[in-house]
């Protein structure tokens, strides 16, 4: 035990009768289940005492401005015990969760859902229930707080990250990665509160795992304690020696699933087995709970709204700092997400600066341009996972580590699902524009944390190299043929794969003026020929456009995406030269074409036939080719050979566009 | 030490000069290395000790017959080191790997490809590269070599499964999945090489890791000894060890990557910075080897030959055991992958006793027909991610523990990425059948080593349940809308989704007989309406088929799957009410329907207006609709509440088709 005084945050007086503030979340988590029919009562009853405990006595946050930007944050990273999210946000104040809203539980469209849908205004700050992502996304949330304390000082960023974590996303590959690097990154401000129930869906943890856990965290350089997890005093302890300790912590806390009702605590059931009116009932005499649903006796109303007084005291004074603070208009703008003033004039010379003439790989073209905007938007946080040389978007930054929190790359180590759940909590805690880096034949490992982005819509930049058979004799492994498609195919996620160095500066400006979604750039390792100058508008914009019209007549139209569209010019020349007038229309970006007016759409499309021309698969493609249209591409899945070869032996080249014309055309 | 007798395989004479086997493999790849202008020098120079001694002394194989059922089974999960393998196999005397292929390396449809793609008779057992995936296939063949065992005695399976592992391979989370479940399931003979070579393509693995990875292991109950990784004695030695100990082993192997190139030896470069011609001649005076390039000694291929006599050796006396050996007719079977007899009768028997006249999830028909086939294929081994209530394929089989080897269900954890390539490792292996079962929504996680089988072609079903928006209140984090149309993009993927409980037993049946790749099952949480009754031909082979005419003319096609099957009905019977007909076309398999011959399609599709009904994206339905034909489906992402809510809210009602109908026909 250590002594008050020495510990950060002093502890609430001992008035606050903390178990019944954490019954209180007990009963209507209860309470709401029942009402709504079902739910998961394990963690909510199970993780009542200690949710009550951090926010009586620990958590800093202020539920009348729940945007404060030094507020804790906290993850619910086993969402399907959104019960006790809920409980708490309402219990603490958050206008958002009224009794309405959780008697409206898992209803459509309830700020209640049945996992944690993201609504900072009502104190969600992220959503989680696929296992795993959200101790990933605190992760990010940790180091976004590092890097900005680094930046803005103590005094206006200084706050922890708390995640509510379940065995389940420590069973999860992306858990272990968030716990090897959060250890590596020393992210001594990130606490994971470990409901350490013995219970998982299927029974008994021991049916699929025997490790030792807190062993498996101090391998990785955690800082570890473990807890009775409804012994309030101790936990409290435990809390105040991990704010203390450099380390991250993990608090193993000890509970019994659903505690409180008779017929299920301790028991496979607990987990979200359907509750019946008796177990309110008898849960209410069990707990000597002696109030009617939904109602919290005025006592412990009060505790609660006091205890929340710290965090309101605590803005007050973080108000005041930021006032004379000589760095608070950078602060503001970074924290709105704002582009710096002469945005577009940044934009255009930096597309001017990576327009070359001689052919360029579209991702050295990225990698200049992440390059020239480390100086005008600091706010980049650039991750990659072990891919520095081949994708080259470190150049002059700085790397971020345990000893140095102002750099601006994250060496992620080869853990990419990790990365791109890091990247949704960075963009969710805010104040910083994550940008992953790798190949894309990892987007697929990357794939659930980019679907969390996007149904977010959060504004993080995925950016690919190796997009396709151009990885050459790597092979097929790591040659994507079907991975545009299934990232055409998500909702809300804009995929761009440019054609040239031009066309990836466009790309990039759409995707840091995008605040609502998510980016994904598509980019080739082997070198792209120039098609475009600067000094056009960005015609990236509309999805697609005619980048050469024939001389005369269309007679054709060829459609290309990426690198085929240098491939797509060639066969016009070709067949200009045979008097057949080819159109090229560059496509990088299919989301932004589908929302132009229609048309605009069938002024580039036109009515000539099409030859579409992409080194993938063609699925997805008959949205803009008509049956009687053509498509150049892959057939399946690539193979082991010299990009050229590869080129070549698919037939992705200019005779061969060149014959299909002919075949189309009749001649 | 431990005495030689008590080690399970005595060790070779002490006439074989490992060191100068270990050498041979070095310059191999090396030399071919530089003959292909490039690759990864790093793993075969810094492995070559630790190969050599595995083959040498201990590894049970015999290249004369690479497909020998008992045969140590060899994974290289660092799979950019693929020469390592390569050079392994030419000088084992594997007939598919002469010089002239280690000529090849990295060209056009060569066995040694960039990275290792699987060619059992080559002695590459599987395709790796993409990190992680190797190590956690490995679990998955020591899961089968276990249930084999259990199955048929020891006498004829009892083999070992080794992985090369990279430090990439433990960084990812599903290698770490890999080592929590290895380490509960007891898997004694499963032994990982590491290759500790403190360097990734970074640079110094302390940029993006410092936890204690032994201690990793330790934690998670496995046998960990750390050796020189070029002491070949010390190798040996551990290897010894690994064989005697029944928990799985990890030796960790302190190596120098690209050992003997004086140049890039222990440093970034040496993991695949480009070769010059001098790096070899350097490193041929500095290891002393005076051979010219592609030249190996007669003395050192003799004792290379000498080695591979022992896994000779050892199959003559299994091949004497197979021949009286009471169940080698099944052991037979179950190694072809044949069905059993009576097959089609199997089907028809249980595709009778799913049918039923209510409404029924189809993956619950789908956890019948599995229990009903636990009988007829015990070969079948299913594997679930801690989600035995709701998608019920347990059942009457028993687990697959530590302690119990004969199960054929494996209670895999909340780790899905690692049943993936588990199921993967499985049918590499042989003799079994690996069936996944999990929610829709974490095949998202699955998806890179679902990936791997199709590449591979491996017949491995992959179950889903919770397929749409019909998941209901736990809400969009957990309902596939893009998830069909990401799969379908995915080349030799079968992605079935079937209207009730006859089209679930149709798809199990082509899923068990389909010998060259993988399927994909989406099954409803939600009851689906019972639209086939059994008795008739499969009509799922070919993908799609007019499962209902109407009454007379064809005014309209409805083209829908799954659970829109039995709503197409419906709307089918309203619509001939106002006197237009309509014909329903259920479409459980694309992939099946576009190989079909084009008459067929036509005459299935029709030429009146269509009208497509999926609780999905509509992406990838231009295939099957002409523009001025309707989708009735997504928009985006789903929302959080009861699934019939969701399906009126989202339009996917009679109704709407009814009024999509009208719009359509111009009534």
Redesign the interface.
Same mark, same amino acid.
């Given at each position: 035990m250590i002594p008050d005084t020495e510990l950060p945050i002093p502890a609430n007086g001992p008035g606050a009768d903390v178990q019944a503030m954490a019954d209180a979340i007990r009963f209507l988590a209860l309470d709401s289940i029942l009402n709504?029919g079902?739910g998961h009562q394990g963690v909510p009853l199970g993780m009542a005492e200690i949710a009550a405990t951090l926010y009586a006595r620990h958590l800093k946050a202020n539920p009348k401005d729940p945007l404060w930007p030094d507020r804790d944050r906290v993850v619910l990273s086993n969402?399907?015990g959104s019960m006790l999210l809920y409980a708490l946000l309402h219990l603490a104040g958050y206008d958002h969760v009224t009794v309405d809203a959780l008697k409206s539980f898992?209803?459509?469209?309830?700020v209640c859902?049945?996992?944690p849908?993201i609504e900072q205004e009502a104190g969600i700050e992220i959503?989680?229930?696929?296992?795993?992502q959200g101790i990933a996304c605190a992760v990010g949330m940790a180091v976004a707080e590092q890097r900005l304390a680094a930046e803005f000082g103590a005094g206006l960023v200084d706050h922890r990250t708390w995640a509510f974590v379940g %065995? &389940?996303?420590l069973?999860?590959? *992306?858990?272990?990665?968030a716990i090897?690097?959060a250890?590596?990154l020393r992210l001594g401000k990130l606490t994971f509160l470990w409901d350490d129930n013995h219970i998982?869906? %299927? &029974?008994d943890t021991a049916?699929? *795992?025997?490790?030792?856990?807190p062993?498996?965290f101090?391998?990785?350089?955690w800082h570890v304690q473990a807890v009775d997890g409804h012994d309030i005093g101790a936990i409290d302890v435990a809390m105040r020696m991990a704010m203390l300790d450099p380390r991250p912590s993990i608090i193993a806390c000890r509970t019994v699933i659903a505690r409180g009702i008779p017929r299920l605590q301790g028991k496979r059931g607990g987990h979200s087995a359907p509750l019946v009116p008796g177990d309110a009932d008898e849960a209410r005499v069990a707990r000597g709970w002696h109030h009617p649903p939904f109602e919290v006796p005025a006592a412990v109303r009060a505790d609660w709204a006091r205890a929340m007084t710290r965090g309101a005291a605590a803005q007050a004074a973080w108000t005041e700092r930021l006032a004379t603070h000589p760095q608070a208009a950078a602060f503001r703008r970074w924290k709105a997400g704002a582009l710096p003033e002469d945005w577009d004039g940044i934009v255009a010379r930096l597309t001017r600066e990576v327009a070359t003439a001689e052919p360029h790989p579209t991702i050295a073209a990225s990698g200049e341009i992440c390059d020239a905007l480390a100086g005008h938007l600091p706010e980049t946080l650039v991750l990659?996972a072990?891919?520095?040389?081949?994708t080259d978007h470190k150049r002059s930054r700085a790397?971020f580590t345990?000893a140095e929190r102002a750099g601006s790359y994250v060496?992620?180590?080869?853990?990419?699902?990790?990365m791109g759940a890091m990247a949704d909590g960075i963009a969710a805690h805010g104040g910083l524009r994550p940008i992953n880096v790798t190949y894309l034949?990892?987007a697929?490992?990357e794939?659930?944390a980019m679907?969390?982005a996007?149904?977010m819509g959060l504004p993080a930049l995925f950016v690919f190299s190796h997009d396709s058979i151009g990885v050459?004799?790597?092979?097929?492994?790591?040659q994507p043929?079907?991975i545009l498609?299934?990232f055409?195919?998500?909702?809300?996620m804009r995929v761009f794969r440019p054609a040239d160095a031009v066309e990836t500066a466009e790309a990039w400006a759409i995707a840091l003026e995008t605040r609502d979604g998510p980016s994904l750039l598509a980019l080739s390792k082997q070198p792209a020929e120039q098609v475009r100058s600067p000094g056009a508008a960005n015609l990236t914009r509309r999805g697609a456009y005619v980048l050469s019209e024939p001389g005369c007549r269309r007679d054709l139209t060829l459609i290309a995406t990426g690198t085929e569209v240098g491939l797509a010019m060639r066969a016009q020349r070709a067949l200009a030269g045979q008097g057949i007038g080819a159109a090229v229309v560059s496509m990088p970006c299919w989301e932004l074409f589908e929302a132009q007016e229609p048309e605009y759409r069938e002024a580039v499309l036109g009515t000539a036939p099409r030859i579409a021309i992409e080194a993938a698969?063609s699925?997805?493609w008959?949205?803009w080719l008509?049956?009687a249209d053509r498509f150049i591409g892959m057939?399946?899945?690539g193979?082991?050979?010299?990009a050229d070869?590869?080129y070549d032996?698919f037939g992705l080249t200019e005779a061969s566009i060149v014959a299909t014309a002919h075949g189309l055309l009749g001649r």
């Open positions: 709504a079902e969402g399907h898992r209803k459509l469209y309830s859902a049945g996992h849908e959503t989680t229930g696929l296992l795993g %065995d &389940g996303c069973q999860e590959g *992306i858990g272990q990665e090897s690097l250890g590596h998982t869906d %299927d &029974g049916l699929s *795992i025997s490790e030792d856990v062993e498996r101090r391998a990785a350089g990659c072990d891919l520095e040389a081949p790397a345990s060496h992620c180590g080869v853990r990419e699902h990790l034949a990892f697929d490992y794939r659930p679907r969390m996007a149904l050459g004799s790597n092979g097929p492994t790591h043929v079907e498609a299934s055409r195919a998500m909702p809300n698969l699925f997805g008959d949205r008509r049956p057939q399946g899945f193979a082991s050979a010299r070869v590869l032996h």
